[in-house]
């Protein structure tokens, strides 16, 4: 028999998906995994010309005066406005403002005691003199207790965490408690002293030389008035300043604790803005092209999915300046490169982006 005339052995359809399987779908796979990173290298992985920076701007909190750290209200990443007291510097050396104290209160004592051989008529008149001289011992006393107040709060502010952590035995620790609230009364009780003095005093005018007829008065009186201006001086000396907040930001780095020393000038908190202001990037050497201010670029996010925009360059550098660390990270460069200078380029920051502080976009300059 012919094998032609015989009829055809069908094909089972297991069989025909086992060939479609093993020749056909790689072939269609790898044309399409092609074709897919085609698009992606077009739309999507196109070289940067170079690496921006959405540039950090912060500002520190500083001391203005030397003392110790007291009363931060702050933590660690808490929002702050501009002008905000975030805390005090209080003075740093209690001894010596209870010598500059002690000195006052002595004088004002002197004075006192010299009124005393006064005659009668002289009484009258320097009667008035005598409460000036109570009303600026009351302030004197007021003064060295706010000084030790002052001490003693710092003192139980440090010893708190210790007593937690079980360091400081709580008697030392009540003590400490029971001297802040005894100078706490006594504060209290003198300031209600100086209030009875001072409406009495502030409604009496000073006496003159013509109606007394004293001699030594106009002495007496400039004597009180050079105590009082001591006295004066040192109240602002105790008085703690603020320690103000520059910027609306975060507070990012906290570089002094309550209860340390710290001097004029040094910086106890950084504050960090919570947006950036604009991108800055390097253009590297040798120079691609020639950056002009109002260039177009596009910017382009390292997040996912991407995000792009389109900005401008606002400045260009006038020199080739070294190029910052993070930068230098961000261009994935071998390890502890030697520095490196380049043309510093700035761009408008497009608000879409919604970019924080720190964070590297690629720069495709058009």
Same mark, same amino acid.
């Given at each position: 028999?012919?094998?032609?005339?015989?009829?055809?052995?069908?094909?089972?359809?297991?069989?025909? =998906?086992?060939?479609?399987?093993?020749?056909?779908?790689? $072939?269609?796979?790898?044309?399409?995994?092609?074709?897919?990173?085609? =698009?992606?290298?077009?739309?999507?992985?196109?070289?940067?010309?170079?690496?921006?920076?959405?540039?950090?701007?912060?500002?520190?909190?500083?001391?203005?005066?030397?003392?110790?750290?007291?009363?931060?209200?702050?933590?660690?990443?808490?929002?702050?406005?501009?002008?905000?007291?975030?805390?005090?510097?209080?003075?740093?050396?209690?001894?010596?403002?209870?010598?500059?104290?002690?000195?006052?209160?002595?004088?004002?004592?002197?004075?006192?005691?010299?009124?005393?051989?006064?005659?009668?008529?002289?009484?009258?008149?320097?009667?008035?003199?005598?409460?000036?001289?109570?009303?600026?011992?009351?302030?004197?006393?007021?003064?060295?207790?706010?000084?030790?107040?002052?001490?003693?709060?710092?003192?139980?502010?440090?010893?708190?965490?210790?007593?937690?952590?079980?360091?400081?035995?709580?008697?030392?620790?009540?003590?400490?408690?029971?001297?802040?609230?005894?100078?706490?009364?006594?504060?209290?009780?003198?300031?209600?002293?100086?209030?009875?003095?001072?409406?009495?005093?502030?409604?009496?005018?000073?006496?003159? @030389?013509?109606?007394?007829?004293?001699?030594?008065?106009?002495?007496?009186?400039?004597?009180?008035?050079?105590?009082?201006?001591?006295?004066?001086?040192?109240?602002?000396?105790?008085?703690?300043?603020?320690?103000?907040?520059?910027?609306?930001?975060?507070?990012?780095?906290?570089?002094?604790?309550?209860?340390?020393?710290?001097?004029?000038?040094?910086?106890?908190?950084?504050?960090?803005?919570?947006?950036?202001? $604009?991108?800055?990037?390097?253009?590297?050497?040798?120079?691609?092209?020639?950056?002009?201010?109002?260039?177009? @670029?596009?910017?382009?996010?390292?997040?996912?999915?991407?995000?792009?925009?389109?900005?401008?360059?606002?400045?260009?550098?006038?020199?080739?300046?070294?190029?910052?660390?993070?930068?230098? @990270?961000?261009?994935?460069?071998?390890?502890?490169?030697?520095?490196?200078?380049?043309?510093?380029?700035?761009?408008?920051?497009?608000?879409?982006?919604?970019?924080?502080?720190?964070?590297?976009?690629?720069?495709?300059?058009?």
């Amino acid at each position: 028999m012919d094998p032609r005339l015989l009829p055809p052995i069908p094909t089972p359809p297991a069989q025909r =998906w086992r060939e479609v399987r093993l020749l056909y779908l790689p $072939r269609a796979m790898f044309v399409a995994a092609i074709v897919l990173v085609a =698009w992606m290298w077009g739309d999507a992985v196109a070289p940067a010309t170079l690496v921006a920076e959405a540039e950090i701007s912060g500002a520190d909190s500083r001391a203005t005066q030397a003392g110790v750290v007291a009363g931060l209200k702050v933590a660690l990443h808490q929002k702050v406005r501009a002008g905000e007291v975030l805390g005090h510097i209080a003075a740093a050396n209690p001894r010596l403002l209870d010598a500059t104290l002690a000195v006052i209160r002595a004088d004002v004592a002197m004075l006192g005691a010299t009124m005393a051989g006064a005659t009668d008529r002289q009484r009258v008149v320097l009667e008035l003199a005598r409460m000036q001289l109570d009303w600026m011992g009351q302030r004197v006393e007021r003064a060295a207790l706010q000084g030790r107040l002052q001490q003693t709060e710092a003192d139980l502010a440090r010893t708190a965490p210790l007593h937690r952590a079980g360091l400081v035995t709580d008697e030392a620790y009540t003590q400490l408690k029971i001297t802040r609230d005894s100078l706490v009364a006594q504060q209290d009780e003198t300031n209600r002293m100086i209030a009875r003095l001072e409406p009495i005093l502030s409604g009496q005018n000073a006496p003159s @030389a013509t109606a007394a007829e004293l001699s030594g008065e106009s002495a007496l009186a400039a004597a009180i008035k050079v105590q009082e201006a001591k006295l004066r001086l040192a109240e602002e000396q105790l008085s703690p300043v603020p320690l103000v907040s520059p910027i609306d930001g975060v507070v990012s780095l906290v570089l002094r604790r309550e209860g340390e020393a710290v001097v004029a000038g040094e910086a106890v908190l950084r504050v960090t803005a919570t947006k950036p202001a $604009r991108l800055t990037g390097y253009v590297r050497q040798p120079l691609a092209f020639d950056p002009k201010p109002g260039m177009t @670029a596009e910017i382009r996010t390292r997040s996912t999915p991407a995000k792009v925009a389109v900005t401008t360059i606002t400045q260009v550098g006038a020199a080739l300046e070294t190029i910052s660390p993070s930068v230098l @990270a961000a261009m994935r460069l071998p390890p502890t490169p030697a520095p490196e200078t380049a043309l510093r380029v700035e761009f408008a920051l497009p608000v879409s982006l919604g970019l924080r502080p720190g964070e590297h976009v690629d720069v495709v300059v058009r």
